[in-house]
């Protein structure tokens, strides 16, 4: 997807999306939250990420992190020669 279709269908501009997009590199994943109560998380695959792998589902927040770890760990298997 180009910028020009993110910023469409985010209905952002190009400074804050350039800014959200560092503040999840920094992190090292993406979490959303939906009004409907379900969690998506999503982690890179690879460095320089070549994809990526994510889950969602409703789950407490005491389950974040470890559901974050299993993923980084799929996500290193998948980047692994």
């Known amino acids: 997807m180009s910028k020009a279709e993110l910023l469409r269908s985010f209905g952002e501009d ?17 979490r959303l939250r939906r009004s409907d109560g379900e969690e998506s998380l999503a982690v890179p695959v690879g ?22 770890e299993e993923l980084r760990d799929v996500a290193a298997r998948l980047a692994a020669p």
């Open 47 to 68: 460095s320089p990420a070549i994809a990526g792998l994510a889950l969602s589902g409703r789950m407490a927040e005491e389950q974040i992190q470890v559901r974050l």
């Open 14 to 30: 190009g400074d804050s999306l350039d800014a959200e997009l560092a503040e999840v590199r920094k992190r090292g994943y993406e």
